[in-house]
T-cell receptor, first 117, second 113 residues
Framework: GAGVSQSPSNKVTEKGKDVELRCDPI?????LYWYRQSLGQGLEFLIY????????KSGLPSDRFSAERTGGSVSTLTIQRTQQEDSAVYLC???????????????FGSGTQLSVL | GENVEQHLSTLSVQEGDSAVIKCTYSDSASNYFPWYKQELGKGPQLIIDIRSNVGEKKDQRIAVTLNKTAKHFSLHITETQPEDSAVYFC????????????FGSGTRLLVRP
């Protein structure tokens, strides 16, 4: 079946503009994660959604970042007033049940390459 | 909080040789250690994982070993092939206590033909 789908695959924006990144998880997966991968760096946790529970936003780097998940499926990561340091690959992952908490593996999308000029 | 260190940023080996990538972790309560492989332009993909109740796990040409006392775990790839060339990430979490995977910074493996 289809894997995790992210769009757009590439996004170039000007400093100060807002951007929205979209993630379509695998159907039936209740856990959804956003990670950020900066050049030459590891994966930095941003936010975690599990079912109808309140999301864990502890990884969001500033209040310019927000995310929502509608209907327990599609998620959107929004970055307001983008800065050059926001340039990175934004990866979405989904997992069955409670994800890592229950020992489930993560399925990653191919990511959105964000470039802020 | 948990910290996962992956000290080797790049590793180059000759095709057919073995490759070993090591990671260290800080949280002694960590008990789940996956390895992900990321090919160019793609998202990371789980290749093998180990839980703290075992010391070694093998799957064909890849294996992972865990030393809980020293708090390090390693990925072993034998008989390397050009298609093994990718970035490999280690990660750790406290299964049952945390849903976050803390990743290392990645090791780029280059297998020379």
């Amino acid at each position: 079946g289809a894997g995790v789908s992210q769009s757009p695959s590439n996004k170039v924006t000007e400093k100060g503009k807002d951007v929205e990144l979209r993630c379509d998880p695998i159907s039936g997966h209740t856990a959804l994660y956003w990670y950020r991968q900066s050049l030459g760096q590891g994966l930095e946790f941003l936010i975690y959604f599990q079912g109808n529970s309140a999301p864990d936003k502890s990884g969001l780097p500033s209040d310019r970042f927000s995310a929502e998940r509608t209907g327990g499926s599609v998620s959107t990561l929004t970055i307001q007033r983008t800065q050059q340091e926001d340039s990175a690959v934004y990866l979405c992952a989904s997992s069955a049940r409670q994800g890592v908490l229950s020992g489930e593996k993560l399925f990653f999308g191919s990511g959105t390459q964000l470039s802020v000029l | 909080g948990e910290n996962v260190e992956q000290h080797l940023s790049t590793l180059s080996v000759q095709e057919g040789d073995s490759a070993v990538i090591k990671c260290t972790y800080s949280d002694s309560a960590s008990n789940y250690f996956p390895w992900y492989k990321q090919e160019l332009g793609k998202g990371p993909q789980l290749i093998i994982d180990i839980r703290s109740n075992v010391g070694e796990k093998k799957d064909q040409r890849i294996a992972v070993t865990l030393n809980k006392t020293a708090k390090h775990f390693s990925l072993h790839i034998t008989e390397t092939q050009p298609e093994d060339s990718a970035v490999y990430f280690c990660a750790a979490s406290r299964r049952g206590g945390s849903y976050k995977l803390i990743f290392g910074s990645g090791t780029r493996l280059l297998v020379r033909p």
